[in-house]
């Protein structure tokens, strides 16, 4: 293998610039050239290809979101889509690919590997929601980010006595929620893997108040619903009125985290490595501190479904919640 390429795909997450500058500088250490595929599928049945150079990744570890751009694409679910990148790839000569986003992304991955263009997938994507490792990049940040978000709202929370419901992003998955929640010391955290009852909520609320606390802080993970929606219940079952935060966009955003930019840069460095043993279809990962690398049908399949740490998380707030 000479050419290789590489393209960032999904949501952008802190994490992915210091896993294409690995990608690159892995590459030009191996004497390999790479290719920047801008724009994520899209990008590349457009052509928006570009070689890469040292310089090109110079000052990036520290940077949020991704220089290569990211994009959603309906067409490349396509056959048609699929054909026309690949005959970009085979243009350039690019024999070998690294994917770096979600699930989606993994499976249009897939498909250039079941059409004879070798891919490596790495995980990309702040909502930690992909089988087979136990974090993904950008994960760390956005848990960070929301940490500090919540801890600031909870000096207004102190000073007003007020209760905050806050709602934070992640999919389906409760895995910002849970983490965020537990690291800011939160009342109640909804997530979906878990059934939690909103009248809990409340007579943990009312609890805490009556023993002198004098703020709740209640985290809702957007696959159980809108914090409106909880804030609502709480205000027709109680005389507390909430505040209510969605954070939204800040979480995909951000300086990464040292734990981000170490995740992408080993990520990085062994996807090259694996391209030039030959390797395809594999979804890379890491679990208990090793790099996993798993087939991407494992990672769509239900076996590959971790037992999940983040109803633990939940069950040791709700413990803690007195
Ligand atoms: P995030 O977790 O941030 O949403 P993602 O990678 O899961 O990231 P998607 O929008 O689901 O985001 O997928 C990214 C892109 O991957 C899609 O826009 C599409 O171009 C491609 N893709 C998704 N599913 C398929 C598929 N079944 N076949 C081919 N390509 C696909």
């Known amino acids: 293998m000479k050419k290789i390429g590489v393209l960032t795909s999904g949501g952008d997450a802190p994490g992915m610039n210091p896993a294409v500058r690995a990608v690159v500088k892995k590459a030009i250490y191996e004497g390999l ?3 920047g595929i801008y724009r994520g599928y899209e990008g590349l049945m457009e052509g928006a290809v570009k070689k890469l150079e040292l310089k090109d990744v110079g000052d990036i570890i520290h940077r949020g979101g991704t220089i290569l751009q990211s ?6 679910k396509t056959e048609e889509g699929q054909l026309q990148g690949i005959d970009v ?3 350039h000569g690019i024999e070998g690919v690294v994917v770096i986003g979600g699930d989606g992304s993994y499976r249009g991955a897939q498909k250039l590997h079941q059409k004879g263009i070798a891919t490596i997938g790495l995980p990309g994507t702040i909502d930690n929601d992909i089988n087979g490792t136990d974090y993904t990049i950008g994960f760390s940040t956005a848990v960070n980010t929301v940490t500090e978000a919540v801890d600031r709202i909870r000096d207004t929370a102190t000073s007003h006595e007020y209760t905050f419901v806050i709602e934070v992003m992640g999919r389906d998955a409760g895995d910002i929620a849970a983490w965020a929640g537990l690291a800011t010391g939160a009342e109640s955290i909804f997530i979906p893997e878990r059934g939690s009852s909103k009248e809990e909520m409340l007579e943990r609320l ?4 009556q023993r002198g606390k004098k703020h709740s802080i209640v985290i809702v ?3 159980v619903g809108t914090g409106n929606e909880f804030a609502d219940y709480i205000r027709e079952n109680s ?3 909430p505040r209510v935060t969605v954070l939204g966009y800040v979480q995909r955003g951000g300086t990464p985290v040292p734990f981000d930019r170490i995740l992408g840069t080993r990520l990085g460095t062994h996807a090259v490595e694996l391209l030039m043993k030959g390797e395809s279809g594999k979804a ?7 790099i996993s690398v798993h087939d991407f049908d494992y990672v769509f399949s239900d076996d590959s479904k971790d037992s999940n740490i983040v ?3 939940a069950d040791i707030s709700t413990e803690l919640s007195l």
Do not use: C, P, W
Request: aromatic share 12%; proline share 0%.
């Open 239 to 241: 005389h507390y009125q």
């Open 89 to 91: 790839l085979i243009q």
């Open 221 to 223: 993970a957007e696959g």
């Open 33 to 35: 050239e790479v290719y």
């Open 284 to 290: 890379l990962g890491m679990q208990k501190n090793e």
């Open 311 to 313: 109803t633990k998380l």
């Open 71 to 76: 994009a959603r694409s309906d067409k490349f």
């Open 206 to 209: 009312t609890k805490g108040f």
